[in-house]
């Protein structure tokens, strides 16, 4: 099976700076699909960005961007200019595009943002 | 609203005791998956469904767990003979195969406390 690696349990940043959390996967496939979702304090968990394998270019979503760096199988999201609701628990995910239909997710890095 | 939505939200039983949570999935998705999430891990996936048939059951799925999806719309995940260790987090997740619709929507999930 699939590993998804977060090697970061916590991290905090000041509001307004910038952030990265780190991800590493395991695979043989060549297609695939990446995605961070975020899940704020007791509330449901919400797709932050997408990564699909046979794009080179990274994806953005507004001050969300990620590093995809495919040989190395490394997905880190960088969150520019922190705001107190990015406070949450920050899951890193992969998906096969052709075996299975699992979501394998790592264990979270729980971001703080400090006012 | 559209969403995703499960119920109960919260759920406290007996150990020995059988429960069943629901899910309602965005009407337009044919794909619908159980995770469960353990305090301080990410979900981990439990089953899915394509429209009404059960594709895939992870290894985590015991006996005593069943979830079916009689009519391809919503489903509902029973727990018999609840045992301490089924005290978790259930999330459900829907997502569509049209295109390349990868990204997976979650519910708000149902907290399960087995006492």
């Known amino acids: 099976a699939q590993t998804v690696t977060q090697s970061q349990p916590e991290m905090s940043v000041q509001e307004a700076e910038t952030v990265t959390l780190s991800c590493t996967y395991d695979?043989?496939?060549?297609?695939?699909?990446l995605f961070w979702y975020k899940q704020p304090p007791s509330r449901q968990m919400i797709l932050v960005i997408r990564q699909e394998a046979y794009k080179q270019q990274n994806a953005t979503e507004n001050r969300f961007s990620v590093n995809f760096q495919k040989a190395a199988k490394s997905f880190s999201l960088k969150i520019s200019d922190s705001q107190l609701g990015d406070a949450a628990m920050y899951f890193c995910a992969y998906r096969s595009a052709n075996t299975g239909n699992q979501f394998y997710f790592g264990t979270g890095t729980s971001l703080t943002v400090i006012p | 609203d559209t969403g995703v939505s499960q119920d109960p939200r919260h759920k406290i039983t007996k150990r020995g005791q059988n429960v069943t949570f629901r899910c309602d999935p965005i009407s337009e998705h044919n794909r619908l998956y159980w995770y469960r999430q353990t305090l301080g891990q990410g979900p981990e996936f439990l089953t899915y469904f394509q429209n009404e048939a059960q594709l895939e059951k992870s290894r985590l799925l015991s006996d005593r767990f069943s979830a079916e999806r009689p009519k391809g719309s919503f489903s509902t995940l029973e727990i018999q003979r609840t045992e301490q260790g089924d005290s978790a987090m259930y999330l459900c997740a829907s997502r569509t195969t049209a295109g390349r619709q990868e990204t997976q929507y979650f519910g708000p999930g149902t907290r399960l406390l087995v006492l």
């Open positions: 695979t043989s496939e060549s297609d695939y699909y």
